[in-house]
């Protein structure tokens, strides 16, 4: 017990560290404070990094930096129309920011993907900024923050960015490679689960918070005829077990018309040889990405654990999904909680799918690679099913290691046996996502800050 307490209280101490200050303000978190390695953009606080940080601190009362963050955030928010190709369109949040002083004033700089890998703007970071501004409403019961205009207005921007009609007749989003956790070509292009899911958060939780008057009218009634599809189309399309996988495996190809059972358009031939073995009877996930003729069979773990905390996901499939984690534990857990994604692209797949990306190597980085943050996640779905075995063995593991390993980044290997080829020490997603973890087993209600009810 005082190990753990020892632990706890350093992961605290590195936590404290992390933060960052302007004019005075605690504001966010720096992504990373390794002293062995160049800063490059480690220096700055990212909006998805933030989350668990942010989630540490409203459970410990500490919200004044949550509060700061989401206004400061809003502050950055892209209002202009999107004249130039090569600037962020209205409603946008930045992937990062950092604090810089400048002729001895302290300024705010953005960064919205202009100096990102590849140049991808960031489309998940709008969606946790609604997820967090309810989380944080939700701990500290301030719903005149939520309620200025400005938080109001920022809540449409978004909106109308996420639901606006583009060239696809799906309740999902499109996004391109890269525009979220996965920020490197993975060949996650399209409509991938992770993006679903937060959108299905971000609509419930912009439900909640938008106040019911003529301005949010036309808004809510949009968010309200999006919700019904979008729940129906994850759970009906995107699910996979043993039942749905026989279906796939005698679909015709080729249908036509409205009344058909291969919607999609999916060949037999696609389902790769490792899933029809590696899936357990009475275990199941939802796909990482569907689309015309392509469903990735590739099980991604934050899109499949924030299905369960959300409530996206049915009771069946949450409690499916946690068999699944549970009887193919080496696979999706390992040494570190917890895979990115499984299985990893190899060989001439890998050089194809991710541009022959050596940061992305087999069983590395986000091709396979383990990941210390998703198990604040995996916790709460632990808790959210009420499988709280899992969520201290899990916990258990992390405990053994992380403050062994400097707070790595993430872990490569198949079973995350080796820090990270690339990985960053001291990671804060790494330090509060444990912190999270040890919070929500030891009073579970925490996690409805996070998490909703069935409808």
Same mark, same amino acid.
């Given at each position: 017990?005082?190990?753990?307490?020892?632990?706890?209280?350093?992961? %605290?101490?590195?936590?404290?560290?992390?933060?960052?200050?302007?004019?005075?303000?605690?504001?966010? /978190?720096?992504?990373? #404070?390794?002293?062995?390695?160049? @800063?490059?953009?480690?220096?700055?606080?990212?909006?998805?990094?933030?989350?668990?940080?942010?989630?540490?601190?409203?459970?410990?009362?500490?919200?004044?930096?949550?509060?700061?963050?989401?206004?400061?955030?809003?502050?950055?928010?892209?209002?202009?129309?999107?004249?130039?190709?090569?600037?962020?369109?209205?409603?946008?949040?930045?992937?990062?920011?950092? !604090?810089?002083?400048?002729?001895?004033?302290?300024?705010?700089?953005?960064?919205?993907?202009?100096?990102?890998?590849?140049? !991808?703007?960031?489309?998940?970071?709008?969606?946790?900024?609604?997820?967090?501004?309810?989380?944080?409403?939700?701990?500290?019961?301030?719903?005149?923050?939520?309620?200025?205009?400005?938080?109001?207005?920022?809540?449409?921007?978004?909106?109308?960015?996420?639901?606006?009609?583009?060239? @696809?007749?799906?309740?999902?989003?499109?996004?391109?490679?890269?525009?979220?956790?996965?920020?490197?070509?993975?060949? !996650?292009?399209?409509?991938?689960?992770?993006?679903?899911?937060?959108?299905? @958060?971000?609509?419930?939780?912009?439900?909640?918070?938008?106040?019911?008057?003529?301005?949010?009218?036309?808004?809510?009634?949009?968010?309200?005829?999006?919700? !019904?599809?979008?729940?129906?189309?994850?759970?009906?399309?995107?699910?996979?077990?043993?039942?749905?996988?026989?279906?796939?495996?005698?679909?015709?190809?080729?249908?036509?018309?409205?009344?058909?059972?291969?919607?999609?358009?999916?060949?037999?031939?696609?389902?790769?040889?490792?899933?029809?073995? =590696?899936?357990?009877?009475?275990?199941?996930?939802?796909?990482?990405?569907?689309?015309?003729?392509?469903?990735?069979?590739?099980?991604?773990?934050?899109? #499949?654990?924030?299905?369960?905390?959300?409530?996206?996901?049915?009771?069946?499939?949450?409690?499916?999904?946690? #068999?699944?984690?549970?009887?193919? %534990?080496?696979?999706?857990?390992?040494?570190?909680?917890?895979?990115?994604?499984?299985? @990893?692209?190899?060989?001439?797949? =890998?050089?194809?799918?991710?541009?022959?990306?050596?940061?992305?190597?087999?069983?590395?980085?986000?091709?396979?690679?383990?990941?210390?943050?998703?198990?604040?996640?995996?916790?709460?779905?632990?808790?959210? /099913?009420?499988?709280?075995?899992?969520?201290?063995?899990?916990?258990?593991?992390?405990?053994?290691?992380?403050?062994?390993?400097?707070?790595?980044?993430?872990?490569?290997?198949?079973?995350?046996?080796?820090?990270?080829?690339?990985?960053?020490?001291?990671?804060?997603?790494?330090?509060?996502?444990?912190?999270?973890?040890?919070?929500?087993?030891?009073?579970?209600?925490?996690?409805?800050?996070?998490?909703?009810?069935?409808?």
């Amino acid at each position: 017990m005082n190990a753990s307490n020892d632990l706890v209280a350093e992961a %605290w101490e590195r936590l404290e560290k992390s933060i960052i200050y302007y004019r005075g303000r605690p504001v966010g /978190t720096i992504a990373a #404070n390794d002293p062995e390695l160049e @800063a490059l953009n480690y220096d700055q606080c990212f909006i998805r990094d933030f989350v668990p940080s942010a989630l540490a601190f409203l459970i410990k009362g500490r919200s004044e930096i949550v509060r700061n963050f989401l206004i400061e955030t809003l502050s950055l928010q892209s209002h202009e129309p999107q004249m130039d190709s090569f600037k962020p369109g209205p409603g946008l949040m930045p992937a990062s920011f950092k !604090v810089e002083l400048i002729d001895g004033k302290e300024y705010i700089t953005a960064d919205f993907g202009e100096h990102a890998i590849a140049r !991808v703007p960031p489309v998940d970071s709008c969606l946790w900024w609604i997820i967090l501004l309810r989380a944080y409403v939700k701990a500290t019961g301030d719903i005149s923050l939520a309620q200025q205009i400005e938080f109001q207005q920022g809540i449409q921007l978004i909106l109308e960015m996420c639901l606006a009609h583009r060239f @696809a007749m799906y309740p999902t989003m499109l996004v391109p490679d890269g525009a979220f956790t996965i920020d490197r070509r993975m060949g !996650v292009y399209e409509h991938p689960l992770e993006i679903q899911v937060l959108f299905y @958060a971000a609509l419930r939780a912009a439900r909640e918070l938008l106040l019911p008057n003529d301005d949010n009218c036309s808004c809510i009634s949009s968010v309200k005829q999006r919700l !019904v599809p979008l729940t129906y189309h994850l759970r009906e399309y995107y699910w996979i077990d043993l039942k749905r996988l026989n279906e796939i495996y005698r679909f015709r190809g080729d249908e036509f018309g409205t009344e058909v059972a291969n919607r999609f358009n999916i060949f037999a031939e696609s389902i790769p040889g490792w899933l029809t073995e =590696w899936l357990p009877r009475n275990g199941g996930y939802l796909a990482g990405n569907l689309g015309s003729g392509r469903m990735d069979f590739r099980f991604f773990a934050l899109g #499949n654990l924030m299905a369960i905390i959300t409530a996206l996901a049915s009771e069946r499939e949450s409690q499916q999904i946690m #068999n699944l984690i549970e009887q193919r %534990w080496d696979d999706l857990v390992g040494e570190m909680p917890m895979k990115m994604c499984f299985p @990893a692209l190899e060989g001439l797949e =890998w050089k194809i799918v991710t541009g022959a990306d050596l940061k992305n190597r087999p069983w590395s980085y986000h091709n396979g690679g383990n990941w210390p943050f998703l198990l604040w996640l995996l916790v709460g779905a632990a808790i959210k /099913t009420d499988r709280i075995e899992i969520a201290e063995e899990a916990t258990d593991i992390a405990e053994n290691y992380l403050s062994e390993d400097e707070w790595s980044e993430y872990y490569d290997g198949k079973t995350g046996r080796l820090i990270g080829k690339q990985a960053r020490k001291y990671q804060t997603w790494t330090i509060a996502a444990f912190l999270v973890a040890k919070e929500l087993i030891s009073e579970p209600s925490h996690l409805e800050l996070l998490s909703f009810e069935r409808e």
